[in-house]
């Protein structure tokens, strides 16, 4: 049985195992484009795309939603490490969007749960799996509009983002479709 003891020193016997290295400078930091996807463990995003570290910058939050502090992590992608795609990844049974969906809109769990609970507010009768889309397409919007250098570059064509949801039982992505960007302005 394992303890967190255990667990542990599995996890450090692993990384033993798989470390890479040591290098001759310190890798750069060129992610080809941004996530903002949920805390859920199903849903590592390098391992969904397929990608090795490097590739994503991942900014993972329960319910992936446009906290501050997630924007403000996208804001840096975006403006100091150049990135030109994001994607909100969320997924089926989403239990962030379950806590929403259930009316659990305060509490300890507010600062993740209240912009799905808006998202509830505005869809009544829909289902968790169809709140997990019509909060992506929010959080796009939010991103959208968001008046860092996400949302600026979003506005400018620099930026595209992109909404997708992991279906967790059939294993596949289905693009969430959101209201497109805008247009380049050249
Ligand atoms: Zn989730």
């Known amino acids: 049985m394992s303890t967190p003891d255990t667990t542990w020193n599995e996890l450090v016997d692993s990384h033993r195992m798989s470390v890479q290295g040591p290098n001759d400078a310190i890798p750069d930091h060129q992610p080809k484009a941004a996530v903002l996807g949920c805390a859920d463990a199903r849903v590592s995003p390098s391992i969904v795309f397929g990608q090795p570290a490097g590739a994503l910058f991942e900014v993972r939050i329960a319910g992936n939603t446009a906290s501050p502090t997630a924007l ?5 992608a975006v403006g100091e490490l150049g990135v030109e795609l994001l994607i909100v990844l969320g997924h089926t049974g989403c239990g962030a969007v379950g806590a929403a969906a259930a009316g659990i809109c305060d509490g300890h ?20 799996d169809e709140l997990v889309t019509h909060s992506i397409n929010a959080t ?23 909404g997708a949801v992991h279906d967790l039982l059939s294993g596949q992505l289905e693009p969430t479709d959101p209201q497109p960007n805008p247009e380049p302005a050249t």
């Open 72 to 76: 403000a992590s996208l804001d840096y």
């Open 109 to 128: 769990l507010a600062p993740v749960v209240e912009p799905i609970c808006d998202v509830v507010r505005k869809n009544p009768g829909a289902s968790v």
């Open 140 to 162: 796009v919007n939010a991103l959208t509009q968001h008046a860092g250098p996400t949302g600026t570059a979003a506005r400018e064509g620099q930026l595209m983002i992109r």
